[in-house]
């Protein structure tokens, strides 16, 4: 029996559509996070619909969500981050989704590709890079040569400091990839070994089952994780540098 | 300082009380960071990979667009190299400046 464990991370064309030189074709990426945009949509509309001042059960699971998040903004940027919070809290249910849908059988887990995180680490860097001209003015170019340092070293301080700027968004999709492509090499591994083993499969099983639940809790964490990282990156920019 | 910023502050501090009081009736609850170590040591990794793929990237475009010898491929990936080192440093002095308040 041929084990390929990479299989799935494979894209699948479903309707192809072309725009000019742009290829725009519905793949079983692009339908996951559609799919997980609408299911997170809804939630949110079902959930929230006769608020009430005493929450139902209902309402205080996403308000426990977004007090999350408001809090996090809250701690690692302070009340002036208040205006990014739908963006954190979008990106935060985006990954979230996209982490936990993929564990369901057939599904496709996009959080698992570099195209994907990628653009929204390099959305956050685009963002952080406007928030901070906005906030400072071309003062926040400072960030690349912080204060106190001699200008003997700016040669050497400021391509590091550039370096270490651009490669946030390379940590932020390293990491999120590569939980979410090893968390699945290994289920589909020791998923396979119970079809290869017969009767003797239900133990690769229970560790398999096991393992769906250390899953949902990475999916969980590494949601977070990005979101928080995400708040960090962009906390420097609303901080000034004198 | 605002109003919501007074209110966010007063509300850390009733938190803190609360936190206190906590640990004298229940004893010390173990720091969020001690039970994350392994999220820690994955953050760290990644920023320490991060950089080194940054160097790297971006010397390997200059190389191609400036059509230079490899050598300053080997520069960015070393500068991409200290990057990282000094994303993990700027990262952990946030976390202790986080613990110290």
Known sequence: ?242 | MDDREQAFVKSKELEAKIKALHEQVVGKVPDRLDRQGAGLAVTIMSDLLGGLIAGGVIGFLIQRFFDTKPFILGIFIFLGGIAGLLNVYKYVRRIENGKNK
């Open chain 1, 1 to 242: 029996m041929n084990i390929e464990p990479l299989a799935q991370f494979e894209l699948k064309t479903f309707i192809p559509i072309r725009i000019g030189p742009v290829d725009i074709s519905l793949t079983n990426s692009s339908i996951s996070m559609i799919l997980a945009t609408v299911l997170a949509l809804f939630l949110l509309f079902v959930m929230t619909r006769r608020l009430r001042i005493i929450p139902h059960a209902a309402q205080s699971m996403i308000e426990v969500f977004y007090n999350f998040i408001v809090n996090m903004v809250y701690e690692t940027i302070g009340t002036k981050g208040e205006k990014i919070i739908p963006f954190i809290f979008s990106l935060f249910l985006f990954i979230l989704f996209g982490n936990l849908l993929g564990l369901f059988p057939y599904t496709f887990t996009f959080t698992s590709h570099l195209s994907v995180v990628g653009t929204m680490a390099l959305l956050g860097l685009g963002l952080s890079t406007i928030i901070g001209i906005y906030h400072q003015g071309w003062r926040w170019l400072r960030v690349f040569f912080p204060a106190g340092i001699p200008v003997l070293l700016a040669p050497i301080i400021v391509p590091i400091e550039i370096i270490s700027f651009l490669s946030k968004p390379f940590s932020l999709t390293v990491r999120l990839v590569m939980n979410m492509v090893v968390g699945h090499i290994m289920l589909d591994v020791i998923a396979a070994f119970v079809v290869a083993l017969g009767l003797a499969g239900f133990v690769p099983l229970f560790f398999a089952g096991v393992l769906i639940i250390f899953e949902a809790g990475i999916a969980l964490l590494q949601a977070y994780i990005y979101t928080i990282l995400t708040c960090i990156y962009l906390s420097e920019s609303f901080e000034s540098h004198h």
